[in-house]
Structures are given as structure tokens and as C-alpha cells.
């Protein structure tokens, strides 16, 4: 019995990390990925703007012209893949954080403010939302960056003004709930004002549904830039997008459709895996 025993406790601690790996698979390729983007440049002997067209469209290593020197092969100027892929997810990365924190305090901040005070600052903002709400996303975008011209701060500029009206009508909901609850009504009788009740009493009670907001925003904003980049309206070249990559490749996805494939299956992993971990979120703070 004692080896039995003994045995089966292994396989259990082995059961148990399974589950725990498997729960979490995809927030550990998404660490992965970030972590590859932020270090893999300094690890690689490429340098994704430099242009050589004596090795032009290298076929990858896996193919039988492929070389290890270029792993994920060349682009039509010579360019490696590889480091441009890696770069262009520090860029989708920084987008996706961006949007998510500029339109996460704008909505959260106007929702906030309607939810508490209600009355006529709940119908103005609310008439806000509705506007916002009745704007296509993509055709405004698309709009401004014709307009004011393509670049980093324009793309994350016009994004961040656009998504926050998740923020914005969650937290209004809460708020509005919360405002007669019995620790706002404590910390009024302390004589707290009203920007400390919402900033200490609050805010704290939305911090969770705000990241999971967060987490969705982020993934639609790397949607969006790459479309805006696909279209050659967001990051402008040479500057590594991979968005930008996909509409470069696909003047050559006849001969070499890896410049096509490989960074349409790295948008399309690193756009599942914010998902996936904003569906975790919720689905553990519904256990709580």
C-alpha cells in the first residue's frame, strides 16, 4: 500500500500541473511571444530595416533553399522576416497597451462620473456614448489617418479617442450601483468628498472588469492597426507592422506565400491569446 501510495503521488502533482498548464496555455504563449519580442532582436545578428537584394526572398529554413542564417526567410528587399516579425509584435504589443490605457481612462472617467452623480451629467454623457456608439470605427480611423497622414502617435491617437465606450458603460452601471452602497455611505458621513469616494471607494470595485475591457480593447486595436496597416494607412514603412508585412508579401505570395502566411498566423496567435486570457479573467472572477 505504501508504494501505491507513493507512486500515485506523482502522478497526481503531474495531473494537477496538466490542469494548471492547460488553463493557462494560452496566456504562457502570450508571455512567450512578448518576452520573444522584447529580447529575441538582441539575440538575432539581423537588423530588420537593413536591405540586401542580393538575398532577396530567401525561401525559409524548412524548405529546401532555406538557410539557419535566415530563419523565416527575406522579404522582396532582402529584409529578414524573422526580425521584422519580432519587431512588428513589440509594435502591435505597444498599440494594443496603449489604446487600452488612453480609451480605459477616458471611459472609465466619464462612465464613473455619470453612474455617481447621475441627473443631467449622466444624460449629457450618456449622450456621449450613444454618438460614440453610431461612429464605424474603421471608417473614422481611416478618415483621420488620410487626413493628418500615417504614423505611430496618429494610429494610437485615434484608436485610444475611439474605444472607450466599453469602459464608459460599465463603470457608469457600477457606479450608479455602488453609489448607495453602505461603505460610500460611511466614508460620506466621515466627510470624504466626492472625488475620494470615487477614487478610493469606487474604483477599486471596478479595477477587474476594467482589465478584462482592457484585454478585448487591446485585441481589437491590433485588428485595427494592422487592417490600417494592410491598407497603407497606420505604421508607416520601413517601420516593422504586421499588418504591413502581410500587404508587402502579397505581391509575391505566388512564388513565396510564407511572407503571406507567417505574419498573418503570428496576428492571428498573438490577437487569440489576449482574447483567450480576457475570457479567463471573466470566467474567474464569475467563479468568485
Not at 210 to 231: C, R, Y
Not at 235 to 243: E, F, H, Y
Amino acid at each position: 500500500m505504501s508504494a501505491t501510495m507513493t507512486g500515485a503521488t506523482p502522478t497526481g502533482k503531474f495531473g494537477q500541473l496538466r490542469r494548471v498548464l492547460g488553463r493557462n496555455t494560452f496566456l504562457i504563449v502570450l508571455a512567450v511571444l512578448i518576452l520573444a519580442a522584447i529580447i529575441g532582436p538582441w539575440l538575432l545578428n539581423a537588423d530588420p530595416y537593413t536591405q540586401n537584394l542580393l538575398t532577396r526572398l530567401q525561401e525559409p529554413v524548412w524548405t529546401e533553399d532555406g538557410t539557419w542564417k535566415h530563419v523565416f526567410g527575406t522579404d522582396q528587399l532582402g529584409r529578414d522576416v524573422l526580425a521584422r516579425m519580432l519587431y512588428g509584435i513589440r509594435i502591435s504589443a505597444l498599440i494594443g497597451v496603449s489604446v487600452a490605457l488612453m480609451g480605459g481612462v477616458i471611459g472609465t472617467t466619464l462612465g464613473v462620473l455619470a453612474g455617481y452623480f447621475g441627473g443631467v451629467t449622466d444624460r449629457i454623457i450618456s449622450f456621449l456614448i450613444t454618438a460614440r456608439l453610431s461612429l464605424p470605427i474603421i471608417l473614422v480611423a481611416l478618415a483621420v489617418v488620410s487626413m493628418f497622414g500615417a504614423s505611430l502617435l496618429i494610429v494610437v491617437m485615434v484608436l485610444g479617442l475611439l474605444q472607450w465606450e466599453r469602459y464608459a458603460l460599465v463603470s457608469r452601471t457600477m457606479a450608479a450601483s455602488l453609489r448607495n452602497a453602505e461603505f460610500v455611505t460611511a466614508s460620506r458621513i466621515q466627510g470624504c468628498s466626492h472625488w475620494q469616494i470615487m477614487w478610493h471607494d469606487i474604483l477599486p470595485n471596478l479595477f477587474t472588469n476594467l482589465v478584462i475591457i482592457g484585454t478585448i480593447d487591446a485585441a481589437m486595436a491590433i485588428t485595427l492597426e494592422a487592417s490600417l496597416s494592410f491598407l497603407g494607412l497606420g505604421v508607416p514603412p520601413p517601420m516593422p507592422s504586421l499588418g504591413l508585412m502581410i500587404s508587402e508579401g502579397k505581391e509575391n505570395i505566388l512564388f513565396q506565400p510564407s511572407l503571406v502566411v507567417i505574419p498573418s498566423v503570428m496576428l492571428f496567435l498573438l490577437v487569440l491569446c489576449v482574447n483567450r486570457c480576457g475570457e479567463y479573467l471573466r470566467a474567474s472572477q464569475a467563479k468568485e
